[in-house]
């Protein structure tokens, strides 16, 4: 078993006539199927099925969707243009919290307006090239994470995560998972404990699929047992993913993730969050401000076809929360790992961008 057995997430077949190809997360771990979306509608329900999901990943999805809905479109730039905007408000009605989504839709946009003297057709292959090029960019971005993330994972770590943040959520290799198959490829024995993360199971189903599948060991508990592991001092080091990172480093995550950040600081074990500087989101001062989706309460209620609850009690299904930042040991970026956790240092790596990389990057 190796990480090249790991499939890609979401990937362009052929030229402007094509379609996206994705895995089909929620068949995972029985079966391992692959979608085909070839208009914007069915990437906009993968999004919100979570056929496809995890930051990185729906944000490619999004720009990749963008290009499915304008193809066809050779009336006029003009015209093209406006269906644009049109699209990226209705793919990102999808899902609110992740914010490489917009990220993704803007930069697209951008791209568009920067070609818009070409023609329609010129500004569908530009579309389509910024679309794989966000895709190619992002397992760059992830590699990096690896290494600026290697030296915290000792020979014989014992690592705890939470959800996926790995290369199903991602283009190719992870974010919280990167820095764990880096040591993996180095020899390094490292030792993943993951949350099976009620309601859905993204970490039973999927971080232990891609985990095991890349030959790294790895042992799944129930939400509720992370606590006595802590306890007991068998965890090292916990490691998640993001989905919005406010300018003054508090992190949205998968629901339960605050929660593991308070019983790391209770036991002195560091809690760090690996994420892209596409996840990062300036225009929001504090954690406050970060939508969190709330999803349908049947997730909860009877998420895999057996009823849980008793019929007739209201469920409460946030899919995400806020960790503070003063709860996160260091944010492992591309870029390095910032650390301590605070505005300055998060301004300080994300302007260090080249203008270039910025206009690039969308920002
Ligand atoms: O609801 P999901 O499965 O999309 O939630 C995903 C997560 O919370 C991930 O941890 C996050 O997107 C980071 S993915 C690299």
Request: with cysteine; glycine share 8%.
């Amino acid at each position: 078993m190796s990480l090249a057995n790991l499939p890609r997430t979401i990937e362009w077949i052929g030229e402007l006539d094509g379609f996206v190809r994705m895995i089909d997360q929620t068949k995972l771990p029985e079966s391992l199927e692959f979608i085909a979306c070839r208009d914007v509608a069915c990437m906009w329900h993968a999004i919100k099925r979570l056929i496809v999901r995890g930051a990185p990943a729906i944000g490619i999805a999004a720009a990749m969707g963008a290009v499915l809905a304008v193809r066809e479109e050779t009336l006029s730039a003009e015209r093209l243009l406006s269906k644009l905007d049109e699209t990226s408000r209705y793919l990102a009605s999808s899902r609110p919290t992740a914010v490489n989504l917009t990220w993704a839709l803007t930069r697209m946009k951008q791209k568009a307006r920067a070609s818009a003297g070409e023609g329609a057709k010129a500004i569908c292959t530009r579309l389509l090239d910024e679309a794989k090029q966000i895709r190619d960019e992002d397992e760059a971005a992830c590699r990096a994470i690896g290494q600026n993330g290697l030296s915290l994972i000792k020979d014989g770590a014992q690592i705890l995560t939470h959800c996926n943040a790995g290369s199903l959520a991602t283009a190719y290799y992870g974010t919280a998972l990167a820095p764990i198959y880096t040591a993996h490829e180095a020899s390094r024995r490292v030792t993943v404990f993951a949350d099976e993360t009620r309601p859905l199971l993204q970490g039973a189903r999927l971080t232990a699929w891609e985990l095991q599948r890349a030959g790294v060991e790895v042992r799944v508990l129930c939400d509720g047992a992370a606590a006595s592991l802590l306890q007991r001092g068998e965890i090292d080091l916990i490691i998640t993913g993001a989905d919005r990172i406010a300018a003054n480093g508090d992190s949205a995550n998968k629901i339960g993730t605050y929660g593991l950040a308070v019983l790391a600081k209770a036991h002195k074990v560091p809690f760090y969050v690996a994420a892209p500087s596409s996840t990062f989101d300036l225009s929001i001062p504090s954690g406050q401000s970060i939508p969190i989706e709330y999803r349908d309460e049947h997730e909860v209620r009877s998420g895999f076809g057996r009823a849980t609850v008793p019929v007739g009690v209201p469920c409460l299904n946030p899919a995400f929360d806020v960790t503070p930042a003063q709860l996160i040991t260091g944010i492992i970026t591309e870029r390095g790992i910032i650390r301590p956790v605070a505005r300055d240092g998060i301004a300080g790596l994300l302007l260090t961008l080249t203008t270039a990389n910025r206009t690039r990057l969308g920002r």
